[in-house]
């Protein structure tokens, strides 16, 4: 590869597994931007050079070949340096979301295990007290502090070279946790495969969209502690792309982003765009650099969808996957996105080169176009299960490899799927997962509380939002607000209860399970999917 070509597929089968992108960049066009944070430019040669510090310190430190390293923090740079020096040392990155309470993060922590915690300086308060609650913590280290605990000088303490460390395709990269029905979340073990498997045989195709340039410039603001912020660095790193790193999502600092760095590429979720496209001055920007704004997590209001094409004049390109297959399986191409509006602009897409898909009943027999049932699919990018849960694995994966998404939809005469509803009861509010299994354990505690159901509703800004339908005590009286801030002491802000509805008793069927469509029912009126 030289300076100004793109990746051949040669190039990308140099690169099997992540430790494998600096060295191949490093090589090929060392004085190249990698990472940009906060005024900080860090060149494909320094990023080799600071990730063989890292896997040099975690080896020195007597981190062992497949040990759970944690992150908890928003964006930085220095996070995807200890990203990818994990990878070159065999360990697995653990990381966490910032905005988790300190007993989700301790629960977390102490399932992932592990001797060390990086830690973002905005949550080093929240840590403490989740380390509080381990018998054995790990050590901290600060990613922004000084002394032999903050991450620069603990990195660049140890020698420069290449570890040098034997790992394979099939070795655990990533282990990102996903919240489950149960209420407690699952690990899910990402190989550097599944990660680049994927992306590698997408590079044969014919898909503009998916094209990266030495010219193009990624902005990374989605969380790290999602796949869709970790996923979307690494394909960035992987093409050598220039990767523009913001703290956090900041709809006002988005547009500055796009006109002062060259934004070429960004991902983001529907109800973040709505944000950057309602700003004031969104319809000055210069968007000439721009060219496919990526979307997904959640569907996307057709009426927004047209107001987005009409400001930024890109390319637009759904993206549908999940934490369990690293990101997109399925897009929508940008040749579908009409400002008018058709039928395709309601599919979730086609499947990714490689990856195969088909609707299937509850008995497992596959279903003809436009039935609708549970969506199944296969390929390199399924992940390799469940940290310490063989059973979740299985009842997530069949002996031959198809994995049962939990979500319902349909597939038409052409290929294109439809989500139609979720066979789970997950909500998806701002881009977020949000189980209600979890949200009701906190709900639960209130002493005023005898029973609740937590549904999602509709919600203009954030798709759905959280709401809990409570039947109480008898002689307690409604109030709405102390429950509310009762389920916030307990549970992230983002998962807890946007608003509580009052009920003498909860439906149930004849077999005692709740009726949450029946509940759900008032809420999606008029609307022909149960999914804003």
Not at 113 to 119: A, E, N
Request: charged content about 25%; proline content about 6%.
């Amino acid at each position: 590869m030289s300076a100004d070509t793109c990746l051949t597929p040669e190039d990308f089968d140099a690169m099997p597994t992540l430790g494998d992108i600096p060295r191949f960049h490093a090589n090929e066009r060392p004085d190249a931007i990698a990472l940009s944070f906060e005024g900080r430019d860090t060149t494909f040669s320094e990023f080799d050079t600071h990730t063989n510090r890292v896997a040099n310190a975690l080896l020195a430190a007597g981190v062992r070949r497949g040990e759970r390293v944690a992150y908890v923090g928003k964006n930085s740079d220095h996070y995807f340096e200890l990203l990818f020096g994990v990878a070159k040392m065999g360990g697995v990155t653990l990381p966490i979301g910032w905005r988790l309470a300190p007993s989700e993060m301790a629960y977390i922590l102490g399932d992932g295990g592990g001797s060390t915690v990086f830690v973002g300086p905005e949550v080093a308060d929240q840590v403490v007290k989740a380390l509080e609650e381990l018998d054995t913590p790990p050590r901290m280290i600060f990613m922004e502090g000084m002394g032999a605990d903050g991450f620069v000088n603990w990195r660049d303490s140890q020698s420069d070279t290449d570890p040098e460390v034997d790992v394979s395709q099939k070795d655990v990269a990533l282990q990102l946790y996903t919240s489950g029905t149960t209420g407690r979340p699952k690990g899910a073990m990402l190989s550097h495969d599944n990660l680049l498997g994927g992306r590698r045989e997408a590079a044969d195709m014919d898909l503009p969209w998916n094209q990266w340039g030495p010219d193009d410039v990624s902005l990374v603001a989605m969380p790290v502690g999602h796949i869709g912020g970790t996923g979307w660095g690494i394909v960035g790193l992987y093409n050598g792309a220039k990767g523009v790193v913001a703290r956090e999502f900041d709809p006002f600092k988005v547009l500055d982003y796009i006109a002062n760095d060259g934004i070429s590429k960004m991902f983001m979720v529907p109800a973040a765009l709505q944000i950057v496209v309602r700003q004031p001055n969104a319809r000055s920007v210069d968007y000439s650099r721009l060219k496919y704004i990526l979307y997904g997590a959640s569907p996307i209001p057709l009426d927004l969808l047209r107001e987005c094409m009409e400001v930024f004049e890109c390319g637009f390109c759904q993206q549908y996957g999940m934490t369990e297959t690293c990101g997109t399986i399925i897009y929508l191409p940008p040749e579908d996105h009409d400002p008018e509006g058709n039928q395709r602009m309601r599919a979730a897409g086609i499947p990714m080169p490689g990856v195969e898909i088909r609707i299937e009943d509850k008995d497992g027999n596959i279903l003809p176009a436009h039935e609708v049932g549970e969506f199944v699919t296969r390929s390199r990018a399924n992940m390799t299960g469940y940290w310490n849960l063989e059973e979740a694995t299985r009842k997530t994966i069949s002996d031959d490899g198809w994995l049962h998404t939990g979500d319902a939809g349909y597939l038409d005469e052409d290929g294109y799927l439809y989500i139609h509803d979720r066979v789970k009861d997950m909500i998806i509010s701002g881009g977020e997962n949000i189980y209600p299994a979890e949200v009701e354990n906190a709900v639960y505690g209130h002493p005023a509380v005898a029973e609740v159901a937590v549904i999602g509703i509709p919600d203009e800004k954030w798709g759905e939002a959280v709401k809990a339908v409570v039947a109480l005590k008898p002689g307690e009286e409604a109030d709405p607000d102390a429950i509310l801030a009762f389920a916030r002491s307990r549970i992230a802000a983002f998962k807890a209860p946007k608003s509580v509805d009052f009920v003498d008793i909860l439906p149930r069927n004849a077999s005692g399970k709740i009726l949450k469509r029946q509940l759900r029912e008032p809420y999606w009126g008029g609307k022909d999917r149960a999914v804003n």
